[in-house]
């Protein structure tokens, strides 16, 4: 196995349906008790049709970093058969990994009909789950060109719109690094552009607007911020 061969890959996945997402604010994963706490995390679903550009172009980048993590060495898999028995077979050792990560759910690009529970818009598509401690870019094309953008602009990206994402696919736990946490493939979330509005899914972490809040009747009358207050009699 070629060990100066990469293990990671960036991608444009295009033209995916965002869930899950919090690019305002990171989310922070429950734990079990007794567990250390999870650190917060910026993420994303995107959720895309099987056979898709988008899934042909994660699948490609996944078995290349497989390929150059674990190489060609034959190495013995245990592989489900259409009877529900398993038999042991003979692959090279990137495929068998592969294998292994598909059966126990350790890829980023998922099936949707395996997430309890099925619903919507995860039923009968697939969706590839990113994330990252750092904020991702946020980006829209506007007069040719693309534009950052913040929580408070209207085309700020959310759960229910459209988006092309950009991710950074890696092998975790390879011959050359191990990890304490073991092998899997990730995907790390470094950026959003966003495409087109469509009907807000639950959840997100979107931030509101000062306009979305009423007046709260016990400050109707205050002065607006700046303002010299009016003269109390000290309770003091």
């Not at 995107?46 to 060609?72: L, M, P, Y």
């Not at 099925?118 to 094309?141: C, G, H, M, Q, W």
Request: glycine share 8%; hydrophobic share 35%; net charge neutral.
């Amino acid at each position: 196995m070629d060990t100066s061969l990469p293990t990671n890959k960036t991608i444009v996945v295009p033209d995916v349906l965002l869930s899950y997402a919090f690019l305002a604010q990171p989310y922070t994963p429950r734990t079990k008790a007794g567990d250390k706490p999870a650190k917060p995390q910026f993420t994303c679903h995107g959720v895309f049709a099987r056979g898709s550009a988008a899934e042909q172009v994660i699948t490609a980048a996944i078995v290349e970093v497989c390929k150059n993590a674990w190489g060609e060495t034959p190495m013995d898999q245990a592989v489900l058969q259409a009877d529900g028995s398993t038999k042991v077979m003979s692959m090279p050792a990137w495929k068998a990994m592969l294998t292994q990560f598909k059966n126990e759910q350790k890829l980023p690009m998922r099936d949707g009909n395996r997430r309890k529970p099925i619903a919507e818009p995860y039923k009968d598509n697939l969706f590839i789950a990113a994330n990252n401690p750092s904020r991702p870019k946020i980006v829209v094309t506007r007069g040719g060109a693309n534009v950052e953008i913040g929580p408070d602009d209207p085309q700020f990206p959310y759960s229910g719109c459209r988006g092309n994402l950009i991710v950074d696919i890696w092998a975790q736990g390879t011959p050359k690094k191990p990890n304490e946490f073991g092998s899997r493939v990730n995907a790390q979330l470094a950026g959003v552009q966003f495409l087109a509005h469509g009907s807000k899914l639950g959840g997100g972490g979107r931030i509101a607007q000062l306009d979305e809040f009423g007046i709260c009747p016990a400050d109707a009358d205050a002065p607006p911020p700046g303002a010299a207050p009016a003269e109390e009699e000290s309770l003091v």
